[in-house]
């Protein structure tokens, strides 16, 4: 009857459907009722309010009777003109002279990307950001950007949240007319964790500028700059501002860490800026630049290298902060901080804070301070929904000098440690952490080399092996998937190369590759690929930012897609819903599509049958509706 419907369509007949057309054409499915939206977001809602969502079982809640948060209102006129505007009509080489011209420290804000990444475990759903987006766009029209896609969004938006991360980029693009949104690109990685064929990181790029990125922040996980030029290379092309970044590891000013000096990440600017960077990221992603230093480096930099410069950092060890204020007196261009109440930790520094700190001097950065605070009490809102993911840090530690984590990573290690009944020996994984990186030669630490050392770390830890065990020719060790694969090169290249000992033991007599990964990749077939997804979807036509999906993430992406089929669009549910389901006697409203909303309440959920199904008692836009599913207790 499906294909019947289908055949049938004027939109199908006509060659104007997109992917999007199943999805949004209701009247398709009128030949089973059981499969209209509106019935898969009440099966989903059954079905968590009888079984739970597996993400959130056993972890801490929300206060009861936890509401929607509401964003500040906002006028209807037009937002006033932004950095945004710099960019559509002059391109990205002006936004550069701009920011290089501009006197204020030019601030990104992280909320929605690093901050819920480094405290949450990455999990903030897109309507808690898309409610919040136009007071953003009316409200401080002043900031450099809002980073808000990439690194591991992408992913555990449609892996743990049931969404389209596309779409996610798309709502927020069109809320936010004059302010640049930022994305986190691991080079030939693209928002994965291993290197992709360089036609798969053109097309990736190509589509992520379409859909809405107006800032590529792209970086190599061990700073190799050979690495990073296809993307870099996509990026230009696409006319979008492309901001090559060094990644700061150790400490300039530590004689005993000469490996990464000043010359070291001058050097690395200059040929990021050979490789045709608009602006010079500085990606401090352990929050490990301590203000003396980054008074030299971002002095150095400015002076040799000659690019604007973006600074980010973490607050990990609790003096983040100070280090923007110096890097702001030693002329860095912008920074990054995260709204208030997603502060702090292994988040960004305090937004409200660092305004404040440059009230009143050259480097004040225009922003509003009681809309920051507006902004930041619904964030605070917003954060309560997420108890479940709280999982980071409850105070700042300088341990941070030691293992040298990532921000990012930090909650995730600290979650597999847990699952791996390792917890109460977290010194003892940090301390690994650290001896696993001087054994790999002391690298760049960020996603996925930082992955990489995690996975070692732990399993050395889990089996009670040390350094010099591991080192042992002797001894036989079994090393995880991802060191071998680093190790053979399909990372690339750390500066120096891979020391002998370790490459030895663990590749033996393999020789691995020295050349950049991407140039052995064969191109993938998009067109064929393309088919053969279709194919396997049912004749579900794929669009370019679904292959985009399927590329990345081959089998995460058809997960979704199974899912979605049986759900439907859950993404429109408030998150206490998503996540909890809801209590008899409450009532939601989902728009489903602009202009459609449900209406849902649950009137009653019935007793276990002997079949194991559950009957819940739904009004659905004032119409009873009853959905069963199976008590899977
Ligand atoms: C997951 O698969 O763990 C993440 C997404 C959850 C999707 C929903 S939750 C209700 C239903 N039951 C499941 O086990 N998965 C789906
Ligand atoms: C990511 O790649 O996701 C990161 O946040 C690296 O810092
Ligand atoms: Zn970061």
Known sequence: DFVINLLKHQTFLDYSYTTKFIDTTDDLFQFRKRQDRATKILTYIADITVNGHPETAGRATPPA????PTAPKVSVQQPPRGAKQILDEQGPQAVADWMAAEKRLLLTDTTMRDAHQSLLATRMRSIDMIRVAPAYAHMLPQLFS????????????????????WQRLRDLRARMPNLMTQMLLRASNGVGYTNYPDNVVQFFVKQAAETGVDVFRVFDSLNWVENMRVAMDAVLEANKLCEGTLC???????????????KYYVRMGQDLKAAGAHVLGLKDMAGLLKPASAR???KALKEDVGLPIHFHTHDTGGIAGATILAAAEAGVDAADAAMDAFSGNTSQPTLG??????????????????????????????????AAFESAQQAPSSEVYLHEMPGGQFTNLK???????????????????????MMFGDIVKVTPSSKVVGDMALMMVSQGLTRADVENPERDVSFPESVIDMLRGNLGQPPGGWPEGILRKVLKDESPL???????LPPVDLEATRADLSKELEGFTVDDEDLNGYLMYPKVFLDYMGRHRIYGPVRTLPTQTFFYGMEPGEEISAEIAPGKTLEIRVVAVGETGDDGDVKVFFELNGQPRTIRVANRE
């Open 353 to 386: 804070s660092i305004v404040e700190a440059l009230r009143f001097t050259d480097r004040d950065t225009g922003l509003d301070m009681g809309a920051i605070r507006k902004i930041s009490d619904y964030w605070e809102e917003v954060r309560t929904h997420y």
């Open 248 to 262: 700061y590891t150790g400490d300039i000013l530590n004689p005993d860490r000469a490996k990464y000096d000043l």
């Open 65 to 68: 009777g936890i509401k929607t």
């Open 146 to 165: 809002m980073e808000c896609w990439g690194g591991a969004t992408f992913d555990v938006a449609y892996r743990f949240l049931q969404e389209c991360p």
């Open 415 to 437: 979650a597999q440690a847990r699952s791996m009944g390792l917890e109460d020996r977290w010194p003892e994984v940090a301390r690994t952490y650290a001896d696993v990186n």
């Open 514 to 520: 020295t050349e950049r990964p991407g140039a052995r």
């Open 296 to 298: 030299v480096l971002i």
